[in-house]
């Protein structure tokens, strides 16, 4: 089965060669294409994409013209996709694409009714508290198991992506398919996955706790968004 990587990219110029060597490794695995989303990006991303996949047929990119969020850019690659696996991770390098492979792995054991996600180890103290309290007041909420909702990668077929009505276009996407994952009753299959340092730059949003307060403001709207459209 073919495998599409969706990674969204906004102003990521400085670490697009090496992510996108890691990429053709990925690629070299099997029936596999990625596509990095430049997703408004205002630095050079364009032009380094355009220079860096001007001869490359496993990776390619689409463009979204102004940003309007992760998750927006996310489902712009998702439409354009080709293969009936589809997955995306981040393009900061804190996870290495070439993690898919075990993810494929597992999930063509396991079925196309299967979602995998990658479960972070390695990560800083205070973001695993900080998970830790976001995964309780999910579970409370919801009433389903959460665990690292913003884990990297996400996988799961195309059938199961064509399903979502209403996703949210900003980091809510995380947490929305998760959420459907459990609703629909897939099996959730979680991996070990190394969570590094950024190779450049810094997070759009994991910035300090004022940026981590207005993420859990947003991340907690949706959720009573979520449980009030299916109570």
């Not at 450049?200 to 993420?215: E, L, P, T």
Request: net charge positive; hydrophobic share 40%.
């Amino acid at each position: 089965m073919m495998l599409s990587l969706i990674i969204p990219c906004y102003n990521e110029e400085k670490n697009l060669p090496l992510l996108i060597e890691r990429c053709r490794s990925l690629c070299s695995h099997g029936d596999i294409e990625v596509i990095l989303v430049d997703n408004g990006s205002k630095d050079n991303t364009p032009q380094v994409l355009a220079e860096l996949l001007s001869k490359d047929t496993a990776c390619r990119s689409v463009r979204v013209d102004i940003n309007q969020g992760y998750g927006y850019g996310i489902l712009a690659g998702l439409k354009s996709a080709k293969g009936n696996i589809l997955a995306w991770t981040h393009a900061d390098m804190q996870t290495d694409p070439i993690d898919l492979v075990e993810g494929k792995r597992l999930f063509e054991a396991h079925g196309s009714s299967t979602f995998v996600k990658g479960k972070r180890y390695g990560r800083p103290w205070s973001d695993t508290v900080f998970t830790m309290g976001m995964s309780f007041f999910e579970m409370l909420l919801l009433r389903k198991f959460f665990w690292d909702i913003n884990a990297q990668p996400n996988m799961f077929s195309k059938d199961f992506f064509e399903s979502w009505t209403n996703p949210p276009h900003d980091f809510s996407l995380d947490l929305f398919v998760y959420f459907e994952a459990k609703r629909q009753n897939l099996r959730v299959v979680r991996y070990p996955v190394l969570f590094g340092q950024r190779a450049h730059g810094v997070s759009h949003w994991n910035i300090d706790w004022k940026s981590k307060i207005k993420f859990i403001k947003r991340t907690m709207e949706f959720s009573f968004t979520l449980k009030k459209r299916y109570k």
